[in-house]
């Protein structure tokens, strides 16, 4: 084998990147020995602004196959370690010292490296990476999409990779980029068929699950990430322990399966992902949120504490502690206004917006607990500047319904919900208020609408979706999840709110067809005693 020379060849593939090239290739130029770019058939001036920087460019004939083009660009390379780049990113500020220190570590045959992908908001979703490789035999790229050489450095004997404080910046997930080189098909499209071909490999099943996004996309989006799992639990411990992504696997299947309302297989599945990854913050909050969705306050409070407070990096959200502490923070304050606890409410949307001051579900969960502590000019003004900033949120349009509903305006609560009904969670929770004011103004046919549509995701929503199935005589099934004394309490404050709206005859009704959900929800033909 030819001896390398001191120093770093970074690696890009490029076709049609004229736009990003220049900050790319000049964010790199005062750190490299050189610049090596793997044309794949650009027609633009791609080729003549790589040269223009100096870089080696050849050509290669594109095969529907990132890992062969890849392995292309590493062949030629000169120098001892590789940095492996995407024309559309760049190399943060600050990367001398971190390269000097990972390239002299003669122990290392690849390090990790922190990518930033940037939203439209200016804010920025971090994963690792391995991207500064060993210029050595052996190592090389597996997979036609989403390729990485981690097959081969397990092969040679690496077990983990550290991170090696190199970051990138990565612009190709801005909606404008996504727009002109619709990614997302092209991705699809290969790995479909690469799961086709190799329907034994996990991490490609794990990938299709996790691009395929949309509502359209769900049922493909959870069968993806239930064979990824099965594949997964088939492996021995040796064997998983090598799928650094297992952790993104299980909080993305337990997040598929609460998307269809399988609460208990989500929480199954939480539970051995939890495993594997006993320390993962985002695991934790997705466990302690769903602990929360089914009525589990105990088990809730604990979990989701301990994601805020873990010191663990994570691999879905990165080392931003405050970033990934928005979730947890937003369920802890929720599960808080539920039993009235105005206190803990407000010192989880402290740690929430302090981390993010625009997310919209902690600003409607700040306005309701104005609201709820009796702060009626400040809980007006909050929304009145939510309602400005995001006028057409599913979140807004919930609590605004909320309100009228408290006012007892049956008929302003179902405009405002109804305008609330979006695929997400909000959403789902309106689409079941929007069947109980339909109750409240004597249209079954309006709540069993709402009922046929909807899914439940929270004890509430799986409270309103038994009462209007109950006073409809339509049918609705629930998952054994939900505690059945939340179910029953929940259920409880919906009647005393329908008595109190006039609604006597669609109560009666549900006390009629009550003893249908005994089973389920045992106590509930004793809610309403008709007469």
Request: hydrophobic share 50%.
């Amino acid at each position: 084998m030819r001896e390398r020379l001191a120093g770093i060849s970074a690696c890009l593939i490029v076709k049609d990147e004229q736009a990003h090239l220049p900050r790319c290739l000049a964010s790199l130029r005062p750190h490299v020995s050189e610049i090596r770019v793997l044309d794949t058939g650009s027609t633009d001036d791609s080729v003549a602004i790589a040269r223009g920087f100096g870089a080696e460019v050849s050509s290669f004939a594109w095969c529907d196959d990132f890992a062969a083009a890849r392995n292309a660009s590493i062949a030629g390379a000169r120098h001892e370690w590789l940095l492996v780049v995407d024309a559309d990113e760049e190399l943060a500020p600050g990367a001398e010292e971190p390269l000097r220190l990972a390239v002299a570590d003669a122990s290392r045959l690849a390090w990790l490296v922190a990518r930033d992908d940037l939203r439209v908001d200016g804010s920025a979703d971090r994963i690792l990476l391995p991207r500064l490789l060993r210029n050595v035999e052996g190592i090389a790229y597996a997979r036609p999409v989403h390729e990485d050489p981690m097959d081969s450095l397990f092969a040679l004997g690496v077990r983990s990779l550290d991170d090696s404080g190199v970051h990138l910046r990565h612009y190709g997930y801005l909606p404008e980029v996504l727009a002109v080189r619709d990614k997302v098909a092209r991705n699809l499209r290969l790995l479909r068929e690469h799961t086709r071909v190799a329907p034994s490999d996990v991490y490609s099943a794990y990938k299709l699950g996790a691009t395929l996004l949309g509502a359209d996309r769900q049922g493909e989006r959870l069968a993806a990430f239930e064979q990824a799992f099965a594949l997964a639990e088939a492996r021995t411990d040796a064997e998983r322990a090598e799928l650094p992504f297992l952790p993104l696997l299980g909080d993305g299947l337990a997040a598929s399966l609460l998307w269809h309302g399988h609460l208990e297989s989500a929480i199954v599945v939480a539970d051995r992902a939890l495993e594997w990854a006993p320390d993962e913050p985002q695991l934790l909050y997705r466990r302690g949120d769903l602990a929360a969705r089914v009525g589990d306050v105990p088990r809730a409070t604990r979990l989701l504490w301990a994601s805020i407070r873990s010191e663990r990096g994570s691999l879905l959200v990165g080392d931003d502690r405050a970033a990934r502490s928005v979730l947890p923070a937003a369920s802890l304050a929720r599960l808080a206004l539920a039993r009235g606890d105005v206190g803990t409410a407000e010192r989880a949307l402290e740690i929430g917006l302090g981390a993010d001051r625009h997310d919209l579900d902690l600003r409607a969960i700040e306005v309701q607990t104005h609201f709820t502590a009796g702060r009626v000019l400040a809980a007006t003004n909050c929304l009145s500047a939510l309602v400005a900033e995001a006028p057409r949120a599913a979140s807004v349009h919930l609590f605004a319904g909320d309100l009228a509903w408290a006012k007892k305006d049956a008929e302003g609560a179902r405009a405002l919900w109804s305008a609330a009904c979006a695929p997400g969670d909000a959403g789902q929770l309106a689409r079941a208020r929007v069947g109980l004011a339909a109750l409240a103004l004597g249209d079954e046919a309006g709540a069993r609408d709402a009922l046929a549509e909807g899914v439940a995701r929270d004890v509430d929503t799986a409270a309103l979706r038994i009462l209007i199935a109950a006073a409809t005589n339509a049918p609705c099934s629930i998952d054994p999840a939900f505690s059945a004394d939340r179910l029953l309490a929940c259920m409880g404050a919906r009647v005393t709110e329908l008595l109190a709206r006039g609604g006597e005859p669609p109560v009666l009704a549900f006390a009629a067809g009550a003893p249908r959900f005994a089973a389920l929800v045992p106590g509930i033909e004793r809610l309403v005693v008709p007469g």
